[in-house]
């Protein structure tokens, strides 16, 4: 399935894509990549004030535009494109999403506005050492204190988790695992940049000693929230990724037309053709799976489940195909440090994992079709 895209969604892509070709080519990328903050503040400050891209999704109410699903995937498919280094993904997408459906209209009130103009930057600590996505593998624990609550314990491979100013914490309690919020200057809780696979998205590790937090929702039903979060999550991880693999399929494209080797463009020899040609089908299919994802969340359908798990698992696993192939085409050049065609794979492989591998969203596809 696909979607038909309208006159102004394409203006918002090309608004996009001219605004991330300007800010976010490869040397800029490059640049933050090796910094521990990993974004421009200056250029997230000119998404959220000039284009309002990290409240583009978020209803009027709390400060957003209230544009659907389908807007966020296009802006995402291009942030994808450019590998933009800036924490959008854990604030607009897993943040703003997790205080949505959280139902806490305190919460919302309080730190949407600020997500949505950009003023803020939020981000959902869920894994701990294990990495596991899953209820039973939450040990963090929260006690309540008077008013309040503390949380002691880690959280592991938390987005962004350095430079966010709320942190929306999975912790254990005795009513069972619940959501809670903290402050990025919170005492107790002490934040060490990881070093990953691929170093334009970071990653932190947390740690919380008796760190000050607010319940966000009903404590016992965090995990109920998280659930419906990585449902959207992982598509809105999708648009990233077909937006990778088609700036890798063109890259490889344009060098097969360009490189000459024995006398001819590499592009006219059949075993290059194939690799193209079998690129092509891999993107093209991907975007299939993630069109429709985004299509049923943006309409609520009840298929969206099984949606999710569908463009996850074929996302992902297009996009780690094209990439690879895009250094193969590329041959000994493609393997360098130099070449962007290394970055582009970096980032699949690690989406390829983020949220679950995509035999485990096959499985859940299974479950859900009663296969």
Not at 223 to 236: M, N
Not at 256 to 266: L, S, Y
Not at 335 to 341: D, G, K, L, S
């Amino acid at each position: 399935m696909s979607i038909v895209f309208t006159e102004e969604q394409e203006e918002l892509r090309r608004t996009v894509r001219a605004f991330l070709d300007q800010k976010s080519p490869e040397a800029e990328v490059r640049r933050l990549m090796e910094t521990d903050e990993g974004y421009d503040p200056a250029v997230w400050r000119q998404m959220g004030e000039q284009l309002g891209l990290q409240g583009l999704a978020i209803p009027e109410e709390h400060g957003g535009s209230g544009y659907s699903f389908v807007e966020l995937g296009i802006v995402l498919e291009e942030m994808g494109r450019r590998l933009l280094c800036a924490p959008f993904f854990a604030s607009a997408v897993l943040a703003a999403d997790t205080l949505l459906l959280s139902g806490d209209a305190d919460a919302q009130a309080r730190w949407l506005p600020g997500i949505a103009s950009g003023a803020s930057i939020g981000t959902l600590a869920v894994t701990e050492a294990s990495g596991a996505w899953e209820e039973a593998a939450v040990e963090a624990s929260a006690t309540s204190s008077g008013d309040g609550w503390t949380i002691t314990g880690e959280k592991w491979f938390v987005l962004d988790g350095l430079v966010a100013d709320l942190v929306l914490v999975l912790a254990r309690t005795d009513g069972g695992v619940s959501l809670f919020a903290v402050a990025g200057d919170a005492p107790g809780l002490s934040r060490t940049p990881l070093v990953t696979l691929d170093l334009t998205r970071k990653q932190a590790k947390l740690d919380l000693l008796g760190t000050p937090a607010e319940l966000v929702g009903v404590e016992g039903e965090g995990w109920a929230v998280v659930e419906q979060v990585t449902e959207r999550a992982v598509v809105a991880l999708s648009a990233e990724q077909v937006g990778g693999a088609q700036f890798a399929l063109d890259m490889a494209v344009e060098y097969a037309k360009d490189r000459v080797q024995f006398g001819r463009v590499i592009g006219s020899y059949q075993a290059i053709k194939h690799k193209c040609a079998n690129m092509l089908m891999a993107v093209e299919a991907a975007k299939s799976g993630a069109y429709h994802a985004w299509s049923c969340v943006a309409n609520g359908d009840e298929e969206r489940a099984e949606a999710a798990a569908i463009a996850k698992s074929a996302c992902s696993e297009a996009y780690l195909f094209v990439a690879a192939e895009n250094i193969q085409i590329h041959g000994g050049m493609g393997f360098t440090y130099e070449h962007p065609a290394h970055l582009y794979l970096r980032r699949a492989k690690t989406t390829e994992l983020l949220f679950g591998e995509p035999a485990a969203w096959r499985d859940q596809l299974a479950r859900h079709i009663g296969a």
